[in-house]
């Protein structure tokens, strides 16, 4: 393996200036990061869709991006078997891109809209490069968008076998779904080494079959100037501003927030506290869970209000006017990123107690726990947060460091290195 300069290709499912999820910005925080190291050459290929225009004759495309990004249009894809079913491209175009490269390290940060082919065609073009794929959920594993939480009902799910995803999905029999994960894992041991933000992900992707040796647990990197101070108090002003940044959807929790703040005695919220959401997507969700927001919206009155959707850049300012950061979902979660965000501006969270959420925040340390889908006891969290008027310093205090993305960039090189120096020590390299 060459070590300088060290190429490496950080490729996403999407680029943050069309998609701004977590894993998007993950992505590209790391390129950057690697970027910034003496030595190191970093590029960034995202894949993009509908209703990006492609180019005729090619997935690559140029649409003003920086020097050293790459868009890749792929939209024949198959969600069921992690799969592009357009394979003549990728051995035409993508291999292309990384033929010309050649990179000593390719990081995939996903694989959604690409399809795992791709590891399959990195490996046989160039069996000398090291192959790294950092996890952001376990749709690997799952079916129902990589939640782990069942269909019937949405409660939780605690392993993955063929008959317990039929039971979620009858249509689809334990046979397919046994091919499936023969595929998806066959595929995925390609790779060398896998990258996990969490333990608690890396914990279930080795219940289902992957050698826990080859995981490391690396925290996304954070791209953030400079902290925003607290919220300044008037005269005897409590911390009763809450928060909710992210979707608006099944899995987030949202409705079961809304129930517990229209249902907090009105001695304790007084006329000073108030829920503040943002976030979006609410219309495209199904239609009973619509009127069931709408319904607790109503309940909630003027306690909680929305302000829509947000970019990531608005962050700093939109945590000016708030205390707490509250996450209420109802799946696991991985790393979400508005954990890292809160702590780096000095917000203490409060979160269900179950997933990466619960890994990240120190229950009585950092946060306050409560039990997941209980309003109940998110009631007992915000109460004791309204009512004990040094809570919130003893909890701010206990809030560490979070990751910069330059320091999350080294922690990859190293890994980088080790995990080629262990493949140079092996007396039979892995070929495809």
Same mark, same amino acid.
């Given at each position: 393996?060459?070590?300088?300069?060290?190429?490496?290709?950080?490729?996403?499912?999407?680029?943050?200036?069309?998609?701004?999820?977590g894993?998007?910005?993950?992505?590209?925080?790391?390129?950057?990061?690697?970027?910034?190291?003496e030595?190191?050459s970093?590029?960034f290929?995202?894949?993009?869709?509908?209703?990006?225009?492609?180019?005729?004759?090619?997935?690559?495309?140029?649409?003003?991006?920086?020097e050293?990004?790459?868009?890749y249009?792929?939209?024949?894809?198959?969600?069921?078997?992690?799969?592009?079913?357009n394979?003549?491209?990728?051995?035409?175009?993508?291999?292309?891109?990384?033929?010309?490269?050649?990179?000593? *390290?390719?990081?995939?940060?996903?694989?959604?809209?690409?399809?795992?082919?791709?590891?399959?065609?990195?490996?046989?073009?160039?069996?000398?490069?090291?192959? *790294?794929?950092?996890?952001h959920?376990?749709?690997?594993?799952?079916?129902?968008?990589?939640q782990?939480?069942?269909?019937?009902?949405?409660?939780? $799910?605690?392993?993955?076998?063929?008959?317990?995803?039929?039971?979620?999905?009858?249509?689809i029999?334990?046979?397919?779904f046994?091919?499936?994960?023969?595929?998806?894992?066959?595929?995925?041991?390609?790779?060398?080494?896998?990258?996990?933000?969490?333990q608690?992900?890396?914990?279930?992707?080795?219940?289902?079959?992957?050698?826990?040796?080859?995981?490391?647990?690396?925290?996304?990197?954070?791209?953030?100037?400079?902290?925003?101070?607290?919220?300044?108090? /008037?005269?005897?002003?409590?911390?009763?501003?809450?928060?909710?940044?992210g979707?608006?959807?099944?899995?987030?929790?949202?409705?079961?927030?809304?129930?517990?703040?229209?249902?907090?005695?009105?001695?304790?919220w007084?006329?000073?506290?108030?829920?503040?959401?943002?976030?979006?997507?609410?219309?495209?969700?199904?239609?009973?869970?619509?009127?069931?927001?709408?319904?607790?919206?109503?309940?909630?009155?003027?306690?909680?209000?929305?302000?829509?959707?947000?970019?990531?850049?608005?962050?700093?300012?939109?945590?000016?006017?708030?205390?707490?950061?509250?996450?209420?979902?109802?799946?696991?979660?991985?790393?979400?990123?508005?954990?890292?965000?809160?702590?780096?501006?000095g917000?203490?969270?409060? $979160?269900?107690?179950?997933?990466?959420?619960?890994e990240?925040?120190?229950?009585?340390?950092?946060?306050?726990?409560?039990?997941?889908?209980?309003?109940?006891?998110?009631?007992?969290?915000?109460?004791?947060?309204?009512?004990? /008027?040094?809570?919130?310093?003893?909890?701010?205090?206990?809030?560490?460091?979070?990751?910069?993305?330059?320091? $999350?960039?080294?922690?990859?090189?190293?890994?980088?290195?080790?995990?080629?120096?262990?493949?140079?020590?092996?007396?039979?390299?892995?070929?495809?």
């Amino acid at each position: 393996m060459t070590y300088h300069p060290l190429r490496v290709l950080v490729v996403s499912h999407g680029h943050p200036s069309f998609s701004l999820g977590g894993a998007e910005v993950a992505s590209y925080n790391l390129h950057k990061g690697l970027n910034a190291i003496e030595g190191v050459s970093s590029r960034f290929l995202a894949r993009v869709g509908h209703p990006v225009v492609r180019h005729s004759g090619t997935a690559l495309l140029s649409l003003r991006q920086k020097e050293g990004e790459i868009l890749y249009h792929a939209d024949d894809y198959d969600h069921f078997f992690l799969s592009n079913r357009n394979t003549e491209e990728i051995e035409r175009d993508f291999l292309r891109v990384v033929l010309d490269l050649k990179p000593d *390290v390719i990081h995939f940060h996903h694989f959604i809209g690409l399809g795992l082919e791709c590891l399959y065609a990195v490996r046989r073009a160039l069996p000398d490069t090291v192959i *790294v794929v950092t996890f952001h959920e376990f749709l690997s594993i799952c079916h129902h968008h990589g939640q782990m939480v069942k269909t019937r009902n949405n409660s939780l $799910c605690r392993q993955s076998s063929p008959a317990d995803c039929n039971a979620c999905f009858p249509e689809i029999s334990p046979a397919r779904f046994l091919r499936r994960e023969k595929f998806v894992r066959g595929l995925l041991e390609l790779a060398d080494h896998f990258v996990s933000p969490s333990q608690f992900l890396v914990d279930r992707y080795v219940d289902w079959g992957l050698d826990r040796s080859r995981f490391t647990v690396i925290e996304n990197g954070l791209d953030i100037v400079e902290p925003t101070p607290p919220r300044p108090l /008037p005269p005897g002003g409590r911390r009763a501003r809450f928060a909710y940044f992210g979707q608006i959807t099944a899995f987030k929790g949202v409705d079961v927030l809304l129930d517990a703040v229209a249902r907090i005695p009105e001695s304790v919220w007084g006329e000073d506290a108030q829920l503040m959401i943002f976030g979006g997507n609410l219309e495209r969700q199904p239609t009973a869970f619509q009127q069931k927001i709408e319904k607790l919206v109503e309940q909630a009155g003027p306690r909680a209000r929305f302000y829509g959707a947000y970019q990531n850049a608005e962050m700093p300012r939109l945590m000016q006017s708030i205390d707490w950061t509250i996450i209420p979902s109802i799946w696991w979660e991985n790393s979400p990123i508005v954990i890292q965000e809160s702590f780096f501006h000095g917000r203490p969270m409060i $979160c269900s107690n179950i997933g990466g959420m619960a890994e990240k925040i120190a229950d009585g340390v950092n946060g306050l726990h409560f039990r997941v889908g209980s309003p109940e006891d998110l009631i007992d969290r915000m109460t004791e947060a309204l009512t004990d /008027p040094g809570l919130w310093d003893r909890l701010r205090a206990g809030i560490p460091q979070p990751l910069s993305y330059r320091d $999350c960039a080294q922690r990859h090189l190293d890994l980088y290195y080790a995990v080629a120096a262990n493949r140079d020590s092996t007396p039979a390299a892995r070929t495809a």
